[in-house]
């Protein structure tokens, strides 16, 4: 690895920080703010930044607490971005761990532009709101690739937070999809017969979708709850309103299970007399696949430090990380921040992202994407090698 020669460096450099990248964590975590709320968090992550030099270009793309941040050396060279987030979810918080890997990024970030007057290049911190999927328009990193905030970079480096270490883990492509039946009110002991029930409308596309769950590849998933039902038992519901959340292995995929999703609509539409309008999440996540040839620097990295690790694993949840491993070479690692066992969205995770073992995972994906970043400026076949991957199975 070529990058050895600065791994002590990168190491000493973080750990000096880590006093101020632990107390800047800590406060996001103690002021959980939900997406396109996250005022706090992007101020203090873009203050910081600023104070080291960065250019920082806050409310991009009409989205208030989003931002880039660009630091540039002069010399020639790789441009690498760093992607942030920083959301927390609904009544518990800090759960998913955003408030410590938007901080790795941050301090990896300064680290590596450190290095820029040796080795060139430049180094971009995105700051992304609205990743939980809890929020309308959330997904934005999709709208930064549709928008071409991507475009120029040569790769990419985020972290999240895990029970256990995790390289390179393939999640699933998603969306939301949002039903509303209507029908015909009349009194249910009256001239029922003139009624047109929107709840049974609602429960048959439920059931038709539970009928085909045989025909569904193992990795499709779907998910619903009744957001309306109906106002009072004693009248036939006109209205009912569903959600379900959808994912599959590939957006490909995805679209054979929502279009499995509109037939069910439509089916229970016909038996019922009702009408149905449909309504998808503006910003779907792609299916999401970390670039190998960067992995295996990370790899190197951890067996270097005793750290243990998963080469490989994949899951079913959705990360519009997913979407920039379609723009460009992309390294989007888990690493352990909590006791074995614990599990995202939970009070027991939250608590982890809140802790002394919660911020060692924060300084431990900071190191490592930065040294894997450091590699990648240095090392013109690992570029080549992570682009010819990405463009064969990504492109």
């Not at 048959?204 to 009928?211: E, Q, R, S, T």
């Not at 352990?336 to 919660?358: D, L, N, Q, W």
Request: glycine share 10%; with cysteine.
């Amino acid at each position: 690895m070529l990058a050895e020669k600065y791994v002590q460096r990168i190491t000493d450099e973080l750990n000096a920080r880590r006093d101020e990248l632990t107390v800047m964590s800590r406060t996001i975590w103690e002021n959980p703010e939900l997406g396109h709320q996250e005022y706090k968090a992007s101020q203090l992550l873009t203050d910081m930044l600023s104070a080291n030099g960065f250019e920082v270009e806050k409310g991009i793309l009409g989205m208030e607490t989003a931002f880039s941040a660009v630091k540039r050396s002069g010399k020639p060279g790789p441009t690498i971005a760093y992607v942030a987030e920083y959301d927390a979810l609904p009544r518990i918080g800090h759960a998913c761990g955003h408030n410590l890997f938007c901080c790795s990024a941050v301090g990896g970030a300064i680290v590596l532009s450190h290095l820029q007057e040796e080795l060139g290049g430049e180094v971009r911190v995105i700051g992304s709101p609205a990743e939980e999927g809890t929020v309308p328009n959330y997904g934005t990193k999709a709208v930064m690739v549709n928008e071409g905030i991507f475009d120029d970079v040569d790769c990419v480096f985020t972290a999240h937070g895990e029970c256990e270490t995790v390289i390179e883990r393939n999640l699933v492509a998603a969306t939301t999809v949002q039903l509303h039946f209507k029908g015909y009110g009349v009194h249910a002991g009256g001239d029922q017969v003139q009624g047109k029930n929107a709840l049974t409308a609602g429960m048959l596309c439920i059931n038709n979708m539970n009928a085909i769950r045989q025909q569904n590849r193992p990795c499709d998933v779907v998910n619903s709850i009744v957001t309306d039902g109906g106002l009072v038992s004693n009248t036939i519901p006109d209205s009912c309103g569903l959600e379900f959340s959808v994912r599959s292995d590939t957006s490909e995929h995805l679209e054979r299970v929502i279009n499995n999703l509109r037939n069910s609509a439509e089916a229970a539409c016909l038996v019922t007399g009702c009408t149905y309008e449909w309504e998808i999440v503006k910003n779907p996540m792609r299916d999401t696949k970390s670039n190998h040839q960067l992995g295996l620097v990370l790899g190197e990295y951890l067996d270097s430090i005793g750290e243990s690790y998963v080469k490989t694993d994949s899951r079913n949840f959705a990360w519009d990380v997913g979407d920039i491993t379609y723009a460009c070479p992309t390294l989007g690692s888990y690493f352990k921040m909590g006791p074995e066992g614990i599990v995202c969205h939970t009070e027991p995770f939250r608590e982890a992202a809140g802790s002394e073992m919660g911020f060692d995972g924060m300084m431990l994906a900071a190191k490592g994407m930065t040294v894997v970043a450091c590699e990648y400026l240095m090392n013109p076949e690992l570029r080549e090698a992570a682009w010819k991957e990405f463009e064969q199975t990504r492109k």
